[in-house]
């Protein structure tokens, strides 16, 4: 979002044409970019996500957004700005993805509404501050002559200082994802986690003392009570349980699932996906777009 202040005057100085409503309707052109790559990719990371894991791909997303606007920064002409711009959304396409952690990560339904409303709060936040920040710190030379001299790279590259603010925010996210962020997929969160070894590693040393961190150092991600499935829920949903967990070798044996005809999958599959209450929400996106 911290483009769009100066993504016109950006265009501007490519010096691609001299009409002002050409400049305008490359700037459109630059600010889609972005948006339409993100489109192209969506489902292709939804169907990423299933293979290798949700945290990957979050991880994956923020690191490309990085690159994208690290090299927007240092875009001298048009194309390398559209190639920028459209990086960032085939590396970016993650959205659905993130929903989908936060109803895998959340499974008590009481705390979803909470917990869905978290998203669109911080998007809309960033909304504000991100083009204050591309406003405020674009072209730091003119507005901030005191503080950037005109032989500084900022001179050369003007709208390279908000990139690099944005970039800062995105390095903070990403390692905060590696130590911190949990997998959600059903059959990758067993899997060992380093990132949150390493954290938990880190906040021990911060906050228990190293005594407690060198202990927690020496416990493997398999026999970590963090790592248990559904560790606050009494009942976890079918197909959660872990097969080695002695908790569930003792259970009944699940009843036979119906199987429905292959036929019927693949022709209704598809349709019935679009309930009366998705068919509202994809109206109302189209109606704020």
């Given at each position: 979002m911290s483009i769009f202040p100066y993504v016109y005057y950006m265009v501007g100085s490519f010096n691609v044409t001299t009409d002002d409503r050409k400049i305008a309707f490359y700037a459109?052109?630059?600010?889609?970019?972005?948006?339409l790559a993100e489109f192209s990719t969506g489902m292709l990371w939804g169907r990423v996500s299933d293979a290798i894991g949700r945290k990957p791909v979050l991880i994956m997303g923020l690191v490309g957004t990085a690159i994208s606007m690290m090299v927007f920064g240092f875009a001298s002409s048009l194309p390398m700005a559209l190639m920028a711009r459209a990086l960032g959304g085939l590396l970016n396409g993650n959205i659905?993805?993130?929903?989908?952690?936060v109803a895998e990560l959340v499974t008590n339904k009481e705390h979803q509404p909470r917990a869905y409303s978290i998203m669109p709060f911080v998007w809309c936040l960033g909304s504000i501050i991100g083009p204050a920040i591309g406003g405020a710190l674009a072209k730091p030379c003119d507005s901030y002559p005191s503080l950037f001299p005109e032989d500084?790279?900022?001179k050369q590259y003007p709208y390279l200082l908000p990139n690099l603010v944005c970039v800062t925010v995105l390095l903070a996210g990403i390692t905060i994802g590696i130590l911190f962020l949990e997998e959600t997929h059903a059959e990758k969160r067993h899997q060992r986690d380093r990132g949150r070894e390493l954290g938990k590693y880190l906040v021990a040393i911060l906050f228990r003392g190293e005594d407690v961190a060198r202990g927690m150092k020496n416990t493997s991600c398999t026999g970590d009570e963090d790592a248990k499935p559904f560790l606050y829920h009494d009942d976890p949903p079918p197909g959660y349980d872990c097969l080695e967990d002695p908790d569930t070798q003792e259970s009944p044996a699940p009843k036979q699932p119906i199987v429905l005809p292959v036929e019927t999958k693949k022709s209704k599959g598809f349709i019935r996906a679009f309930t009366p209450r998705v068919k509202y929400i994809i109206l109302g996106y189209g109606l704020l777009a």
């Open positions: 459109g052109i630059v600010t889609s970019a972005f948006t659905g993805v993130l929903q989908t952690t500084s790279i900022f």
